[in-house]
Each structure stands twice: as structure tokens, then as C-alpha cells.
């Protein structure tokens, strides 16, 4: 059976303008704000009942109006573009299912073409898990990216995909207790901080390999409020302790990813191994993965030029691995 995609709410225009006003923390009168935006005081109402439906925290006092609890950036196409030398087609959605199954749905010659959404209601996550994507607090990020290489020439481009990601965090502050797990989560002091789903299209509708690469950053999360999520996690703001405009994150993110996508185009995985093995956290580690098929234990050996596990077994042998799940053993 096909699992239906659902369709993606383009974010709404009076929404953000609502929440423009609102953001400077001060009360806003529903006449006074429909006058400035040139709407009823009913529609500005269902703006706010909307933003509340989403999980906003808003005060209202009679006579007084509306604020926010606590501030809220919207994600800004415009915003982000500007701080990017090349020009890139951006959608940005107020709700959507996943940001990775709409860049697969469609057929664009406009390539790359990037995904943001502020909610996600079918958040994935490798292995069939869920990914926790509340309305405005995180980046759920996707791009569908053309390549002129086969499949099996795109071994390592996860791996190379984590490293963007690593760097754009490292830009905003972060430097101790950050590592890189195999093939391509991130953490920080054992917690995950990121994780990135890739998925490849093989022969697509102009005869290229298309890679869609979703990335999911915590950025604001401060609680799990319903305890979805199954693993220690944390977020930027739980270690910067400020929250972080996500517009300048996905500018540094898509920056940094264009650039390592462009160099692995041309040179491969080679150039960013060793990058890669500094900060990985699983080196001589004693682990166990699980693939598909089994459940191993082993030494990590650090990685090869395909970007593949290397595990070093009991009968003294290394063998390589392509895919997998890896806990740390005690
Ligand atoms: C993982 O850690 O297993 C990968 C998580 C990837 C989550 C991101 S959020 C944006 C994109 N859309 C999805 O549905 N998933 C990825």
C-alpha cells in the first residue's frame, strides 16, 4: 500500500505579519493591529486562535490584547537568499507532512530546490523512525540536489552532508563536546543535537541521480512536552542558553552544504575523510550495529574512502559496512 503524502500550507502572509507585530514583546490591541494590516478584528483573531492551535504561547488581556510569551522569528525565504551568493529556489511552509517526501513528489527542472517548513506532521527519521517537529522551534530542512554520477558513486555524500552541518554549528559558538556518529548524526555531550535522512532517486525524470537531503537541527526546543522523543536530546538554545534566529542558521547551512556538495561533485569523499575522523565519536569505541539483517558487535576502526564503518570483529578480521544503527557499548 502507498502511504499517502499530505499536502504541504505554504506559509500565510497575514500570519507572519500577525506575528511581526506581536514580536516586540509588547500587548497589541486587535482593532489597532487590523487597522495596520488592513484587516477585521475577527480575522486578526483567527490569526492568533491559529498561532495558539499550533502550540504558540500567547497572553491576552482584556483591554490590553495580545503578546507573545516568549519571542518568535518566522523562517524569511527573502532573508535567507540574501545572505547566499547563488540563486536558489526556497519553499517555505507554514505545515507539511515532510519536507523530504515533497521534494520527492514533484518534478522541477529548477534545481537545487530547498525545502523549510515550520511544522512537520510526518516527520521521518532513519529506520522508519518519527522526527519530532513542532511549529517554528526547529529546522526541518530539505534539498533536492542533481548529480551527474551514478548511485554508487554518491557512497560517503551523507557523511559529507554531517560535516556541513557540524561546521554550521561549530560557526554559531559551539566547539567543545560536539561529535559526529556514524554515518551521520550529530551530537553534543551525548545528546542529538541533529540528524540528517537521505534519500536518493535514482535514474529521476532527466536521466540524473537526484539526492533529497533532509536535515532536522533542535534549535529552540526547551521540553519534549508530550515525550515524544526516544533518545537524550538537546537543543542550541539548551546550550547557547539564548534562542537563535533560524534564518541565519539555514543561510550558514546552505552555504556550507552547496560548497561540500560542489567539492564532492568533483573530487569525491576522499578530500573531507580525514575532516570527517576528527570528530567522530565512535573511533576505537566498542560497539554494536544493527543492519537490516543482523546484530554485530565490534571495534571501530574509523571509516574508509567510501565513507563506510569500519569494524574490527572478534575473529581479529575488519570488515566495512554501508548501513546501520550503532550504540556504544559500556
Ligand atoms: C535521523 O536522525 O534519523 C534523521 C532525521 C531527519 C529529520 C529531517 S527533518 C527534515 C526532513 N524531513 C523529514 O521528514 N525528515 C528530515
Redo the contacts with the bound molecule.
Sequence with gaps: MTKKISAGKKINKNLVNVVNILNNGEYHDGNAMGLQLNMTRSAIWKYIKKLVAYGVAIDSIKGKGYALSEPLILLDAKKIKKKIASPLLIDVFESIG????YLKSIKTTKLPLVCLAEQ?T??????N?K?F?PFAKNI???CRYPFKKEVSELAGLSLVVGLAVFKTIQFFGIKDSLFLKWPN?LYYDSK?LA???LEIIAESHDGLSHAII???LNVNTMEDVNHQITQPWTSLQKILKKSVDRNEIVAELLKNILNHLNQFEQEGFSPFMQEWMKSDCLMNKWISLKTLTEKLVGTVRGINEQGQLLLEMANGRTYAFSAGDVTIMK
Design positions: 515532510s519536507t523530504n517526501e512537520q510526518q516527520g521521518k527519521a532513519r529506520l523512525r522526527w517537529s526541518y530542512f530539505s548524526d542529538k540528524g540528517i535522512l533532509g536535515i532536522g
